[in-house]
């Protein structure tokens, strides 16, 4: 299994990206798709996340009103829409994956975990 983000990169605050993870190597339909992030010398904490059927989405209160998550699903991608960008969303980002059927995004939960992508916001 693979989860495979890209689109990271360095923005100003209050810019946007939209990052992309591609998921391979089996079936995702009773999996949930979300993100966390990890900044410097802080521990991993919940993004956003959603049911690969596209239901309602999960979202930490630290970005509610700013990012979105979606998901293709004839790509098999996940992507997420991060709009007003603050110095303190700066972290690596990664891609996982748990299943639906568990509730809560801790990180116990997760079974599969991309590579990270880095998100720097500069002043």
């Known amino acids: 299994v693979q989860l495979q983000a890209s689109g990271g990169g360095l923005v100003q605050a209050g810019g946007s990206l939209r990052l992309s993870c591609v998921a391979s190597?089996?079936?995702?339909?009773?999996?949930?798709m979300g993100w966390f992030r990890q900044a410097p010398g802080k521990e991993r904490e919940f993004v956003t996340g959603?049911?690969?059927?596209?239901?309602?989405?999960n979202v930490a209160d630290s970005v509610k009103g700013r990012f979105a998550i979606s998901i293709d699903n004839a790509k098999n991608t996940v992507y997420l829409q991060m709009n007003s960008l603050k110095v303190e969303d700066t972290a690596v980002y990664f891609c996982?994956?748990?299943?639906?059927?568990?509730?809560?995004?801790?990180?116990?939960?997760?079974?599969?975990w991309g590579q990270g992508t880095l998100v720097t916001v500069s002043s």
């Open positions: 996982v994956a748990k299943k639906t059927w568990t509730a809560g995004w801790a990180p116990s939960q997760i079974i599969y």
């Open positions: 190597g089996r079936t995702f339909d009773t999996y949930s």
């Open positions: 959603i049911a690969w059927r596209g239901l309602s989405a």
